[in-house]
């Protein structure tokens, strides 16, 4: 019985584990079961994404052939159309060479009529006026350009704004723009250097509105030389010409017109002593002379040089809203050329007159304050006093008012007078500016319409050394007169009655009177 009882026992235990075997192979069964039909769903998916990309790759395959057959047809018609393209082609050619002939053509008339221009002027004594517009700079980023080149001579001012307003034209001489280099603009002047040692007097004057670029064409900067290191070059290669033949002295000097005061950038100061008293005065031929200026000989292109640089640190600039290195003076650059040939002992002496005049300021747009507002006013008074004599001389007024100021007064040779006189208008090409500019472009237009009377300065030997003695001997005697206090005779009157001084009204009339 006990042994049934355990084989009872152990049958009931072996079958519990087959029981509990069977259910863990029923749930394996079931998770096998899902996991089959997960599987048989993604293949499913699957096989559905495969038959939808399978007939997109054979539309696409389709749309291929399409377009391979409308490509091959559009080729054809190209290789059609090239081939037309080289016989057309081939028929110009002969038609690209005549306008390549004519535009070369071209470029040289031009060349030779601004030359034959220049020298026809020149035999008038006609002041030549060159306009120069300058790139747009950074803070006229998002401002329109409203001033543009035509051709070689004319140039258009357009404010697009003003709808009724109608463009402007002007006439000059020469126009340069935005891509004309400075060689390009020397190249045009170089002419009066050659003029200068040949004993004319000659004046080269840049006018305009501040920030327009004028102390760039006069001067430049160290890559990018201007006017007046490209003459210093030229003077003494031209002088190395006439070495042979002549003896040649060359003297510089430099001035700025500072808040109506002349000063002298080239004389040395001494502690204690004051700077030499400055007078504007005209010789027998109507040359401006400055009296009591520092003048130092060179004979080398790099001694001039050595004495603008000088001078142009010396000179007055400060930085404001509409230019950040303002010229705060007018700058006058004074070189004396004196020739004495050999042979003849004739000496002609010539004065180139290289002036970078201080820019007109609306002080509103400038800001400028205190000592800057001072030096801003006293530049707007001595540019509306030139303005004036412009306007008198294309008036062809009997008085005009040269001694109203101290520019007036050092380019009174160069505006009527003897000199050739060449202006050079500098322009912003921004609309911002187109309000100054105009009136600038104007003053030019007006400037081109006056008539100097050029003439060579030259003298028998004897002389030009008696007119230096005579030169010595009044200077001091007026600084003797200076320095006694008391009335001495002036040359020329051995009872010492004193000239009456020249009378205001039509002064330089009545000089001329006296000196013919």
């Keep these: 019985m006990q042994r049934q009882a355990r084989e009872r026992e152990e049958t009931w235990n072996s079958l519990t584990e087959l029981r509990a075997q069977h259910t863990k192979l029923r749930e394996e069964c079931n998770k096998l079961a899902q996991e089959r039909q997960r599987a048989e769903a993604a293949v499913r998916e699957r096989e559905v994404a495969w038959e939808g990309a399978t007939k997109e790759q054979e539309l696409?395959?389709?749309?291929?052939?399409?377009?391979?057959?409308?490509?091959?047809?559009?080729?054809?018609?190209?290789?059609?159309?090239?081939?037309?393209?080289?016989?057309?082609?081939?028929?110009?050619?002969?038609?690209?060479?005549?306008?390549?002939?004519?535009?070369?053509?071209?470029?040289?008339?031009?060349?030779?009529?601004?030359?034959?221009?220049?020298?026809?002027?020149?035999?008038?004594?006609?002041?030549?006026?060159?306009?120069?517009?300058?790139?747009?700079?950074?803070r006229e980023a998002g401002d329109k350009v409203g001033v543009r080149k035509l051709d070689a001579f004319s140039m258009e001012v357009d404010d697009k704004r003003d709808v009724k307003q109608p463009a402007k034209n002007f006439n000059f001489d020469a126009i340069f723009d935005e891509h004309s280099t400075q060689e390009d603009v020397f190249a045009?002047?170089?002419?009066?250097?050659?003029?200068?040692?040949?004993?004319?007097?000659?004046?080269?004057?840049?006018?305009?509105?501040?920030?327009?670029?004028?102390?760039?064409?006069?001067?430049?900067?160290?890559?990018?030389?201007?006017?007046?290191?490209?003459?210093?070059?030229?003077?003494?290669?031209?002088?190395?010409?006439?070495?042979?033949?002549?003896?040649?002295?060359?003297?510089?000097?430099?001035?700025?017109?500072?808040?109506?005061?002349?000063?002298?950038?080239?004389?040395?100061?001494?502690?204690?002593?004051?700077?030499?008293?400055?007078?504007?005065?005209?010789?027998?031929r109507g040359t401006v002379k400055v009296e009591g200026a520092c003048e130092i000989e060179v004979h080398s292109p790099e001694e001039l040089l050595k004495a603008i640089a000088v001078g142009q640190d010396r000179r007055h600039v400060a930085s404001t809203k509409m230019n950040a290195d303002s010229s705060r003076s007018h700058l006058i650059f004074i070189v004396t050329v004196e020739v004495t040939n050999n042979k003849t002992k004739q000496v002609s002496t010539g004065k180139l007159t290289l002036c970078d005049l201080a820019g007109s300021e609306r002080l509103k747009k400038s800001e400028v304050t205190g000592e800057q507002l001072k030096e801003a006013t006293s530049i707007n008074?001595?540019?509306?006093?030139?303005?004036?004599?412009?306007?008198?001389l294309t008036k062809q007024a009997k008085h005009i008012p040269y001694r109203n100021h101290r520019l007036t007064q050092l380019l009174s040779d160069s505006l009527g007078g003897n000199a050739k006189t060449l202006m050079f208008v500098n322009c912003s090409p921004a609309f911002g500016n187109l309000e100054e500019t105009g009136s600038a472009l104007s003053y030019a237009a007006r400037a081109k319409l006056i008539?100097?009377?050029?003439?060579?300065?030259?003298?028998?030997?004897?002389?030009?050394?008696?007119?230096?003695?005579?030169?010595?001997?009044?200077?001091?005697?007026?600084?003797?007169?200076?320095?006694?206090?008391?009335?001495?005779?002036?040359?020329?009157?051995?009872?010492?009655?004193?000239?009456?001084?020249?009378?205001?009204?039509?002064?330089?009339?009545e000089e001329e009177e006296e000196d013919s």
């Design 60 to 138: 696409t395959a389709e749309k291929l052939e399409l377009d391979i057959v409308d490509l091959t047809t559009k080729v054809s018609d190209l290789n059609g159309v090239k081939e037309r393209a080289e016989v057309a082609e081939r028929l110009l050619e002969p038609y690209k060479k005549k306008t390549d002939e004519f535009a070369e053509a071209f470029a040289k008339e031009q060349v030779l009529r601004k030359r034959y221009h220049n020298q026809m002027q020149d035999m008038k004594g006609a002041i030549r006026v060159f306009a120069r517009i300058r790139p747009q700079v950074a």
């Design 381 to 392: 008074k001595s540019l509306t006093a030139l303005g004036d004599v412009i306007e008198a």
């Design 188 to 284: 045009d002047c170089r002419a009066l250097v050659g003029s200068c040692v040949d004993g004319f007097n000659v004046t080269v004057f840049a006018y305009g509105q501040t920030g327009a670029g004028k102390t760039h064409t006069m001067y430049g900067s160290k890559d990018s030389p201007g006017l007046v290191p490209r003459a210093a070059d030229e003077l003494f290669e031209v002088v190395g010409r006439y070495s042979i033949d002549c003896q040649c002295r060359v003297i510089c000097a430099m001035f700025e017109l500072y808040r109506d005061e002349l000063v002298d950038l080239l004389v040395t100061k001494t502690k204690g002593k004051p700077p030499p008293v400055l007078e504007v005065k005209k010789d027998s």
């Design 451 to 509: 008539m100097n009377k050029v003439e060579k300065n030259s003298d028998s030997q004897e002389v030009a050394r008696l007119k230096k003695v005579i030169q010595v001997m009044s200077n001091e005697l007026e600084q003797a007169r200076a320095n006694s206090g008391s009335a001495l005779p002036q040359l020329g009157d051995p009872e010492g009655n004193e000239e009456p001084d020249e009378p205001e009204e039509g002064g330089d009339e």
